[in-house]
């Protein structure tokens, strides 16, 4: 008997102790909606911080194709970052998981920060968006031409006079047949084209600011690239930067003009 009521005190005082201790883990469960409830644990702001710098920087993962769907990698590397540094408690992956199907609002209220290098983010590519569909018009086509031209054009000039070049006479010479045809070509789709206008903006181009890791890498090698043929010096990054100027203008050419592209027999 005494037996018995000993084991099941220890049982009742069991259940009371898991009780506890299952209320003492619900009192620390962080609510998306209250910020300070997860905002002011280290582990989470450092996650947190990793992230935001990432995204100012340009180096978050994943290429954005459309601007629409930038707050959701935003989410998603949040919630993983926190997954992944915070530990897999209950907490820390319920946590995550509301992280990555929080609201704009949300963010905006609880993470100001991040939600500002979003709003820029979205802008750099909702600008790029446009571009690209202007690029897939002839006008666009066009002006993509000219500046493989222009490319070509002052690789040619930078090594001029040496014995090792970027681009031989012979290439020159092929690359400005191929951009009379390819105009050519362009202005039969649209009379309308101001070519003089093209080509201002053509030599005026800038390209986009990189919004992720792969094309920062991008510009990395194309700022060496540029250096190289401006300084005049034979290098690799000037060797890489003048071929696909050229060879961007000698696939224009066979997509436009197949037959153009072949070469003619001249023996």
Known sequence: MQQSIAAASVLILTV?????????????NYVLSDCNSWLAEPTIKNALSRVTARLENG???GRNQKATEVFQNVKNALSNEIKTWGGYSK???DLGSDLGQMERSELKRCLPRVDAALDKLEKTILARNELEEEEGKPKGMLLIAYGNYIGVSKCYLSRQGYAIRY???????????????????IIKQDPSI????VWA???AYEYPTPVNEMERVVAYHRAFGVAAVEGREFNQYGKNYCDG???ALRDHLRMLSPAAAVPKRDF
Do not use: P, R, W, Y
């Open 16 to 28: 009371m102790m898991s009780t506890s201790a299952l209320a003492q883990s619900n009192k620390t």
């Open 59 to 61: 180096q978050l993962e």
């Open 91 to 93: 907490q820390i992956v």
């Open 167 to 185: 681009v031989q006479d012979s290439e020159f010479d092929f690359a400005k047949k191929a951009i009379k045809i390819i105009e050519g070509e």
């Open 194 to 197: 101001n070519k003089d206008q």
């Open 201 to 203: 903006a053509a030599n």
């Open 245 to 247: 100027f050229f060879t």
